[in-house]
């Protein structure tokens, strides 16, 4: 079916469509158009609850920051230790495995 051409709703254009559908006339002005409707909803929901959103912010930072300190703390670096001694042979293997691809995935570009 042959559809008549349309204006692309994001940067003007005309295109002929693939469907009655379609509004865009690339993958590329859909996406920015989508980028676009994500930015406005996000400004939007910000400026109706601009109180909650400082309050999240503010927790998580205070969550983060006390992440970072205990992370600094020996328990953590110790915990950390015993964890990897636990599961050595695990990381091991995988470590064996990434170096394999990474060999045989040169091996095909250099082929």
Known sequence: MEYKKKKCVQCGDKFTP???????CSD???GNAVQ???SNRQKKFYQKNKE????????HDEETGYQKE???TDAFKRSKRRHYLNNKE???????????RAKNKNEQNNS
């Open 28 to 30: 590329i002005c859909k």
């Open 90 to 100: 695990y990381y091991h293997e995988k470590t064996r495995e990434y170096r394999e």
């Open 52 to 59: 909650l959103v400082k309050e999240r912010i503010k927790k």
């Open 70 to 72: 205990y992370q600094k």
């Open 36 to 38: 676009l409707q994500t």
């Open 18 to 24: 693939t469907s009655g559908r379609q509004k865009y």
